[in-house]
C-alpha cells in the first residue's frame, strides 16, 4: 500500500472515531436527560398517590362521622295506642255510662304502658351516643406523649387501652389524617416513617425526632 493510500485510510479512520466519539456523548447526555425526567415524574407520580390515598381515607372517616351523627340524632317512635274496632249502633248505644268510662280508663293505662316499654331503649341508646370517638380518642393519646408518634405506636396503644375500639392500623391512619385536616395534629416525614403530634393550644407542634431515629413505620 502506497503512502498516499496510507495517509486517506487515516484520515477516513479519524473521522469515523471522531463521529462515534460524538454520537457517543450525545447518547450519554441524552440518557441522563431522560433518566432526570423519569425520576421527576416518578416522583410527582408518588406524590399524587400519597395524596390520593389521604383524600380517600379522610372522605372515609367524614362519611363514619355522619353516619354516627345520623344514628345519634334519630328519635325513637312512640308506639301508637291500638285501634279499637268500630262497635255496632245499638248495643254501643245502650250501654251504660259507667261501663265506657270503666274501658277508657283501663285503654288509658294500657296505652301509657306501651308508651312506657317503647321509650325504655331509648335510654341505653342515648347513653351510647356518648362515646368518645376514635378521632377524640386518637387525639388524647397524641396529647398524653406530647412527642412525635407513628400510627403503628397508637394503633397498638389503642387496642391496649380500649380493647373494644378497632385499632387498625389503617383505621387509626385515617383519624390521624383527620385531625391534621383539622389542624388539631401535625405531620412530619423521617426517611420512609411518617409522624404524628399533637397541636397545643397554640398551634405548636412538638419537634420531630433526630434523622437517626429507628422509630416503628406509620
Request: zero cysteines.
Amino acid at each position: 500500500m502506497s503512502d498516499s493510500a496510507v495517509t486517506e485510510f487515516t484520515s477516513v479512520q479519524s473521522q469515523y472515531e471522531a463521529q462515534v466519539a460524538a454520537d457517543l456523548e450525545n447518547n450519554t447526555a441524552e440518557r441522563k436527560r431522560l433518566r432526570s425526567e423519569i425520576e421527576a415524574l416518578q416522583a410527582k407520580l408518588e406524590t399524587l398517590e400519597h395524596d390520593h390515598t389521604l383524600l380517600l381515607g379522610v372522605q372515609r372517616v367524614f362519611a363514619d362521622g355522619s353516619g354516627t351523627v345520623s344514628a345519634r340524632s334519630a328519635k325513637v317512635p312512640g308506639a301508637r295506642a291500638p285501634k279499637r274496632p268500630a262497635k255496632s249502633s245499638a248495643g254501643s248505644a245502650q250501654r251504660s255510662s259507667k261501663t265506657s268510662a270503666s274501658k277508657s280508663s283501663a285503654s288509658s293505662k294500657t296505652s301509657a304502658k306501651a308508651r312506657t316499654r317503647a321509650e325504655a331503649p331509648a335510654k341505653p341508646a342515648a347513653a351510647a351516643g356518648k362515646q368518645p370517638s376514635l378521632a377524640q380518642l386518637v387525639s388524647t393519646l397524641l396529647a398524653a406523649h406530647g412527642e412525635p408518634r407513628s400510627a403503628a405506636e397508637i394503633s397498638a396503644e389503642l387496642a391496649a387501652d380500649h380493647p373494644a375500639r378497632n385499632s387498625n392500623i389503617n383505621v387509626v391512619r385515617n383519624a390521624l389524617e383527620l385531625l391534621v385536616a383539622k389542624s388539631q395534629a401535625h405531620r412530619a416525614k423521617q426517611k420512609k416513617s411518617v409522624f404524628y403530634t399533637y397541636a397545643g393550644r397554640d398551634g405548636a407542634a412538638v419537634p420531630a425526632p433526630p434523622a437517626g431515629a429507628t422509630p416503628a413505620a406509620g
